[in-house]
C-alpha cells in the first residue's frame, strides 16, 4: 500500500490542486501567421526566463539558501507533460513492480477490482503537474496553459525545488531502498512541505500574485476530472506531502527557522508517523524494523512473492477509513504506530492473492485499538464476499473464511498479525505459527 506517486518525488511536482489565446483577425498568409508564432514564443520564452530570475531571486531571500548557479526554465503543453510523465514512470519503476501495486491495492480493498493503476496514473498526474523541477535535466518546466502571473508562485515552489537541489542533492532521494516506502513518503513530505511553505511565504509578500494565483487555480476551467474520479487511496496519497508535509515543515521551522528545515535534509524524517506528529520527530523516536518469514513452502510451490513493504501509519490510517469511514476512530486506531511490515504472494490462477501484515505498537492499548478497528473493517471489507466468521475466534484470535480466502488476525502484546488470502489447502494454525517466528 505504501508504494505511491514515486515519479513526484522524482520530478518534486507542482499539483493544480493546490489552490495562449488565439486572436481572430485580419486573414494572413501562411508564412506571415508561421512568423507571428515563432514572435509570439520567442517573446513568451523571454518572459518565463526573465521571471524565473526574478522569482528565483525572492525564493532565495525567502528561503535563506544562495543561488549556487541559474535555474533553466521553459513551458511545457500537456502533451509534453504526458511524456514526460510516461518516461518517469517507466525509468523509475518496473512493470512487476506496477502490478505488484495494483495487486495490493486490490486485494485491500482500496481500488475497483478492474482498475488499472499505471493507466490510471499517468491521465491524473498529466491533468494535475501544473510545475515540475527535473534534478536529471537541472530544468524547470511550467505549465503553458495557465498565465504567466498566476505562475509565479508554482515557480517559487518549484524553484526552491532547484535550490533544495542545489544545496542538499535531491537526485539521491532516487534511487529509495526497496521495502521502506513510509519512509520514503516522509522524505516527500520534507521535500514537497518545504518548497509549500516556501511558496505561503512568497505569496504572502506578494498578495496580488497570490490573487491572480487563485484566480488562475481557482478557476472552473482548471481540470479536475481524473483527480475527482480517483480512487480516495490514490487521491490522499498524492496530497500528503504537500498538506501534510506543509504541517510539519511550519513545525519545524517554528522551532528553528529554515536553519532547521536545511538540517533536516541531513536528519530525515523516518516514518510518517514523524509527519503527522513531529513531536516525534524532535524526539528521534525511530520506526521499529520489523521482517516476516518466507512462507512459500507452506503455501506451496505455484506461489512466489511479488511485493514487500512497509504500510507506516498513514496507510494505516488509509487502509481502515476506506470502510469505517470514520475519519476520527481511523486516525486513533492508526496512531501509536511502532513499525511494521506486509507481504504479497500471487498464485497462478487469477484472483489467487495472498497478504500478510506483522505490525508492532507503542503499547498494548495501541495494539488492541489497531486490532479491534481492523475486525470492523475485515467485516465491511468482505460484507459482500459470502463472508463467515468461524465460531473458533476468540479475544487474541479472530478467523473469517470468504470466497477471496481465509482470513486471520492474531494479537499477542504490541504485535498484530494479520493474514488474508489464505488458501483453502493450506492449515491457516501452521502458518500463524510460522509467521510468529
Same mark, same amino acid.
Not at 534534478?135 to 537541472?138: A, D, G, I, M, S
Not at 516514518?271 to 513531529?278: D, M, R, Y
Not at 498464485?347 to 492473492?353: D, L, S
Not at 506483522?358 to 475485515?378: G, H, L, N, P
Given at each position: 500500500?505504501?508504494?505511491?506517486i514515486?515519479?513526484l518525488?522524482?520530478l518534486?511536482a ?35 526566463? !526573465?521571471t524565473? !530570475? ?6 532565495s ?11 533553466? *526554465?521553459?513551458?511545457?503543453?500537456r502533451?509534453e507533460?504526458?511524456r514526460m ?5 517507466? =525509468? =523509475? ?6 502490478h505488484?501495486t =495494483?495487486?495490493t491495492l486490490k486485494k ?5 477490482p478492474d ?5 490510471f ?6 491533468e494535475? +503537474?501544473?510545475g515540475?523541477?527535473d534534478?536529471?535535466?537541472?530544468h524547470?518546466f ?7 502571473e ?18 542538499f542533492?535531491l ?21 514537497e ?25 481557482? *478557476? ?6 481524473q483527480?475527482?474520479q480517483?480512487p480516495r487511496s490514490?487521491?490522499?496519497s ?8 506543509l504541517e510539519? !515543515?511550519?513545525?519545524?521551522?517554528k522551532?528553528g ?9 541531513? !536528519?530525515?524524517?523516518q ?8 513531536e516525534k520527530y524532535f524526539a528521534? /523516536? ?9 512462507v512459500?513452502?507452506?503455501l ?11 504500510n ?10 476506506q470502510?469505517?469511514?470514520a475519519?476520527?476512530e481511523s486516525k ?11 507481504? +504479497?504472494?500471487e ?7 495472498f497478504?500478510?501484515q ?10 488492541? /485499538? ?12 468482505y ?9 473458533s475466534s476468540?479475544a487474541s484470535?479472530r478467523?473469517?473464511t470468504?470466497?477471496?480466502?481465509? +482470513? ?5 502484546g ?10 483453502a489447502?493450506?492449515?491457516?494454525? =501452521? ?7
Open positions: 500500500m505504501s508504494k505511491r514515486r515519479i518525488l522524482v518534486s507542482t499539483l493544480s490542486l493546490l489552490g495562449i489565446s488565439i486572436l481572430a483577425g485580419n486573414p494572413a498568409s501562411a508564412s506571415q501567421r508561421k512568423g507571428a508564432v515563432v514572435a509570439a514564443e520567442n517573446a513568451k520564452n523571454a518572459a518565463i526566463v !526573465a524565473t !530570475a526574478a522569482v528565483l531571486k525572492e525564493t531571500e525567502i528561503r535563506e539558501l544562495p543561488i549556487l548557479r541559474p535555474v533553466k *526554465s521553459g513551458a511545457q503543453s502533451a507533460i504526458e510523465v510516461i518516461r518517469n514512470l517507466d =525509468e =523509475e519503476t518496473t512493470p512487476a513492480e506496477t505488484a =495494483e495487486l485491500l480493498g482500496m481500488v475497483p482498475f488499472q493503476y499505471r493507466a496514473l499517468i491521465k491524473l498526474l498529466t494535475q +503537474v501544473a515540475y523541477f534534478p536529471k535535466q537541472q524547470f511550467i505549465a503553458d496553459w495557465i498565465d504567466l498566476g505562475q509565479k508562485p508554482v515557480m517559487a515552489h518549484e524553484l526552491t525545488h532547484a535550490l533544495q537541489d542545489q544545496h542533492n537526485r539521491r532521494f532516487e534511487r529509495w531502498p526497496k521495502g521502506d516506502s513510509d519512509a520514503e513518503l516522509a522524505a516527500h513530505a520534507l521535500i512541505g518545504d518548497a509549500t511553505l516556501a511558496m505561503k511565504v512568497y505569496m504572502a509578500r506578494n498578495p496580488m500574485i497570490a490573487f491572480a494565483f487563485m484566480r488562475a487555480f481557482g *478557476s472552473s476551467a482548471m481540470p479536475t476530472e483527480y475527482k480517483a490514490l487521491r490522499e498524492l496530497v500528503f506531502p504537500y498538506e501534510e508535509g510539519w !515543515a511550519t513545525a519545524v521551522y522551532k527557522g529554515w536553519t532547521a528545515v536545511s538540517q533536516a535534509f541531513s !536528519a530525515l524524517p516514518s510518517s508517523e514523524q509527519i503527522l506528529h513531529p528521534n /523516536e525511530a520506526p521499529v524494523k520489523v521482517s516476516l518469514p518466507d512459500r513452502a507452506e506451496g510451490s505455484k506461489w512466489k512473492r511479488v511485493d514487500y513493504d512497509v507506516g501509519e498513514w496507510s494505516y490510517y488509509l487502509i481502515l477509513d470502510f469505517l469511514n475519519e476520527a486513533r486506531a492508526a496512531a501509536g504506530w511502532a513499525g511494521d511490515r506486509y507481504e +504479497v504472494y498464485g497462478t490462477q487469477p484472483g489467487e492473492v497478504l500478510t506483522m505490525s508492532v505498537w507503542d503499547t498494548e492499548k495501541d495494539a488492541q /485499538e489497531f486490532f479491534d478497528a481492523y475486525i470492523k473493517r475485515t467485516r465491511l471489507r460484507a459482500n464476499s459470502q463472508v463467515k466468521e468461524l465460531e476468540s484470535r478467523q473469517w470468504t470466497n477471496e480466502g481465509g +482470513v486471520v488476525m492474531e494479537l499477542i504490541k504485535r498484530a498479525l494479520i493474514v488474508e488470502g489464505i488458501p489447502t493450506v492449515s491457516d494454525r =501452521e502458518l500463524t505459527k510460522v509467521l510468529w517466528q
